[in-house]
């Protein structure tokens, strides 16, 4: 007798789910268990784990010929997530439970050797992926499972429990009631133009909800420095690149740190996709779903290349840059990082993806990020200043080819700060909060989502006569700088984008003026100092 038992589940591809169709045929013959389908080493095993699992569960092991076809075959499948959906496609091939009883389900988990149900990584793409109305898994994955609307979860904490729940016997445990579960992400499949909500609907569905922000440290601490509140606030209106150049104690980690208390709320579909990225990597994801407040990622400058872009060989994990996708990328002490691993991030940070490609197979990674980074000018970090800094000129130097003039022209703002005045740092007004220059940034972010595009940093380079008019005077102003060298093409269109959202800022008109092409180039100082200081022999 010949019995064949097909259960959906899903594995994990990159930071997206790839739906799986788990085949199970028992037959007569020598008893033995194969799994085919391209399988990973962790699937492979999961013929002793299932055998355990279902012994320790009081059921009965098949002493018959088992072979497990994980379809697509040409699609590599890793993870332990395929073993709860192999023991119930076994047990159905067997006659132990009745076909219909998991009729229109799937299932994902890890299987304990006691019968477990045990929390596997991905969970919510995997789940976005399966086509199932109801999907089953382990218990400490159901509240992130639940990020996925159109899906009915269920979850158990057993195998055991599991089947009992199927058959009837008894109602389906309910899962731990958890303070970070949010319902408000939308699938990406059924919703998908739940990206491009504007950002004012998004705000206004936040406080319908109840969410709160997570607390971040607040502007009004930061006394003084005008020149980089100015930047921190452009570079959170538009999305532009910041580059952040002082000695140490002149607040740009400071600064670097409160441009996160500026950005809107991701909206329903934003943070779906930021959901799907963490729990690829096996991270926590309650911030983002009961907050839906945009990810901080501020990793060592120790960092490696694959660590920053992503990558791996077996398991393909998402880098810093796509953990940060949809938030804030902090590079702190940028010319500490190794050059080869700042190299990598020009091609993520312009075009907003990565593309990670490796014999096994290629994937693509978000990396829709805002980049802020801070050095010092110099490697003792006082950048030339008579009677303080230690460094010759051609150490100076050194540290300054440390970053490439491409790397350099990605920033569309860098700026130079000075310590503050300590009278200003004791006896100083209280500076303006987050709160104000918030509002001011979200009316910015709602204007360039009327023109089409996300934020301004994105607007086409074909497009920049249509959303970004210059006056005559502004135009030969830019011209002159051209013919001066002051500005590549590229820093052209990227000194035209940040000059829209000055003129945004201040309210005016469709077109931009000189003022404001003017504070762009200002605003943009550092990096040129920077590429001088290189050039010197």
């Given at each position: 007798?010949?019995?064949?038992?097909?259960?959906?589940?899903?594995?994990?591809?990159?930071?997206?789910?790839?739906?799986?169709?788990?085949?199970?045929?028992?037959?007569?013959g020598?008893?033995?268990?194969?799994?085919?389908?391209?399988?990973?080493?962790?699937?492979?095993?999961?013929?002793?784990?299932?055998?355990?699992?279902?012994?320790?569960?009081?059921?009965?092991?098949?002493?018959?010929?088992?072979?497990v076809?994980?379809?697509?075959?040409?699609?590599?499948?890793?993870?332990?997530?395929?073993?709860?959906?192999?023991?119930?496609?076994?047990?159905?091939?067997?006659?132990?439970?009745?076909?219909?009883?998991?009729?229109?389900?799937?299932?994902?988990?890890?299987?304990?050797?006691?019968?477990?149900?045990?929390?596997?990584?991905?969970i919510?793409?995997?789940?976005?992926?399966?086509?199932?109305?109801?999907?089953?898994?382990?218990?400490a994955?159901?509240?992130?499972?639940?990020?996925?609307?159109?899906?009915?979860?269920?979850?158990?904490?057993?195998?055991?429990?599991?089947?009992?729940?199927?058959?009837?016997?008894?109602?389906?445990?309910?899962?731990?009631?958890?303070?970070?579960?949010?319902?408000?992400?939308?699938?990406?499949?059924?919703?998908?133009?739940?990206?491009?909500?504007?950002?004012?609907?998004?705000?206004?569905?936040?406080?319908?909800?109840?969410?709160?922000m997570?607390?971040?440290?607040?502007?009004?601490?930061?006394?003084?420095?005008?020149?980089?509140?100015?930047?921190?606030?452009v570079?959170?209106a538009?999305?532009?690149?910041?580059?952040?150049?002082?000695?140490?104690?002149?607040?740009?980690?400071?600064?670097?740190?409160?441009?996160?208390?500026?950005?809107?709320?991701?909206?329903?579909?934003?943070?779906?996709?930021?959901?799907?990225?963490?729990?690829?990597?096996?991270?926590?994801i309650?911030?983002?779903?009961?907050?839906?407040?945009?990810?901080?990622?501020?990793?060592?400058?120790?960092?490696?290349?694959?660590?920053?872009?992503?990558?791996?060989?077996?398991?393909?994990?998402?880098?810093?840059?796509?953990?940060?996708?949809?938030?804030?990328?902090?590079?702190?002490?940028?010319?500490?990082?190794?050059?080869?691993?700042?190299?990598?991030?020009?091609?993520?940070?312009?075009?907003?993806?990565?593309?990670?490609?490796?014999?096994?197979?290629?994937?693509?990674?978000?990396?829709?990020?805002?980049?802020?980074?801070?050095?010092?000018?110099?490697?003792?970090?006082?950048?030339?200043?008579?009677?303080?800094?230690?460094?010759?000129?051609?150490?100076?130097?050194?540290?300054?080819?440390?970053?490439?003039?491409?790397?350099?022209?990605?920033?569309?703002?860098?700026?130079?700060?000075?310590?503050?005045?300590?009278d200003?740092?004791?006896?100083?007004?209280?500076?303006?909060?987050?709160?104000?220059?918030?509002?001011?940034?979200?009316?910015?972010?709602?204007?360039?989502?009327?023109?089409?595009?996300?934020?301004?940093?994105?607007?086409?380079?074909?497009?920049?006569?249509?959303?970004?008019?210059?006056?005559?005077e502004?135009?030969?102003?830019?011209?002159?700088?051209?013919?001066?060298?002051?500005?590549?093409?590229?820093?052209?269109?990227?000194?035209?984008?940040?000059?829209?959202?000055?003129?945004?800022?201040?309210?005016?008109?469709?077109?931009?003026?000189?003022?404001?092409?003017?504070?762009?180039l200002?605003?943009?100082?550092?990096?040129?100092?920077?590429?001088?200081?290189?050039?010197r022999?």
């Amino acid at each position: 007798m010949t019995t064949i038992g097909t259960i959906p589940s899903a594995t994990l591809m990159g930071v997206e789910g790839a739906p799986v169709w788990v085949e199970v045929h028992v037959s007569n013959g020598l008893p033995g268990f194969t799994i085919v389908g391209l399988p990973d080493a962790a699937c492979r095993e999961s013929r002793d784990r299932v055998r355990a699992a279902l012994l320790s569960s009081d059921l009965t092991w098949p002493l018959r010929r088992v072979t497990v076809n994980l379809a697509p075959s040409g699609v590599r499948k890793g993870g332990a997530g395929l073993d709860l959906p192999i023991a119930i496609g076994l047990l159905v091939a067997c006659g132990a439970l009745g076909e219909h009883l998991v009729d229109g389900h799937a299932f994902i988990g890890e299987l304990g050797l006691d019968g477990s149900l045990r929390a596997v990584a991905g969970i919510v793409p995997m789940v976005d992926a399966i086509e199932a109305g109801t999907v089953v898994v382990p218990t400490a994955c159901a509240n992130e499972a639940e990020l996925v609307e159109d899906r009915t979860v269920r979850s158990a904490p057993t195998l055991r429990a599991a089947l009992d729940a199927l058959a009837g016997r008894a109602p389906w445990p309910r899962p731990p009631v958890s303070t970070e579960r949010w319902r408000g992400c939308a699938s990406a499949r059924g919703n998908g133009r739940a990206r491009d909500r504007d950002p004012a609907q998004a705000s206004r569905g936040t406080a319908a909800a109840g969410w709160e922000m997570p607390e971040v440290p607040d502007m009004a601490d930061v006394h003084g420095q005008p020149l980089g509140r100015r930047a921190v606030e452009v570079a959170a209106a538009g999305g532009h690149h910041l580059l952040l150049l002082g000695p140490p104690g002149s607040g740009k980690t400071m600064l670097a740190r409160r441009l996160l208390g500026l950005l809107p709320p991701l909206n329903a579909g934003e943070a779906l996709e930021v959901s799907k990225v963490h729990s690829a990597a096996g991270l926590p994801i309650g911030q983002f779903s009961s907050h839906a407040a945009p990810p901080f990622r501020a990793p060592h400058h120790g960092a490696s290349p694959v660590s920053l872009i992503g990558g791996g060989t077996a398991w393909m994990r998402p880098g810093e840059i796509s953990l940060a996708s949809g938030g804030v990328l902090f590079l702190d002490e940028l010319g500490e990082f190794p050059r080869i691993a700042l190299e990598a991030l020009r091609q993520p940070i312009e075009e907003g993806v990565v593309n990670v490609c490796r014999a096994r197979g290629s994937h693509v990674f978000p990396a829709r990020v805002l980049l802020v980074a801070a050095m010092n000018p110099c490697p003792c970090g006082f950048g030339g200043l008579p009677g303080r800094c230690r460094c010759s000129p051609a150490a100076r130097s050194r540290y300054a080819q440390r970053l490439s003039a491409p790397l350099l022209d990605r920033f569309d703002l860098a700026v130079r700060l000075d310590r503050t005045d300590p009278d200003e740092l004791v006896e100083g007004d209280p500076a303006e909060p987050s709160a104000a220059i918030a509002a001011r940034v979200s009316t910015v972010r709602l204007q360039s989502r009327e023109r089409g595009v996300r934020t301004n940093a994105e607007i086409p380079p074909n497009r920049l006569d249509d959303l970004a008019p210059l006056t005559p005077e502004a135009r030969r102003y830019l011209t002159r700088k051209l013919r001066e060298g002051c500005l590549s093409a590229r820093g052209l269109a990227r000194v035209r984008r940040t000059a829209r959202t000055i003129a945004d800022l201040e309210g005016g008109d469709e077109r931009v003026g000189i003022d404001h092409v003017a504070e762009a180039l200002a605003l943009r100082a550092a990096r040129d100092a920077l590429v001088s200081e290189a050039d010197r022999p």
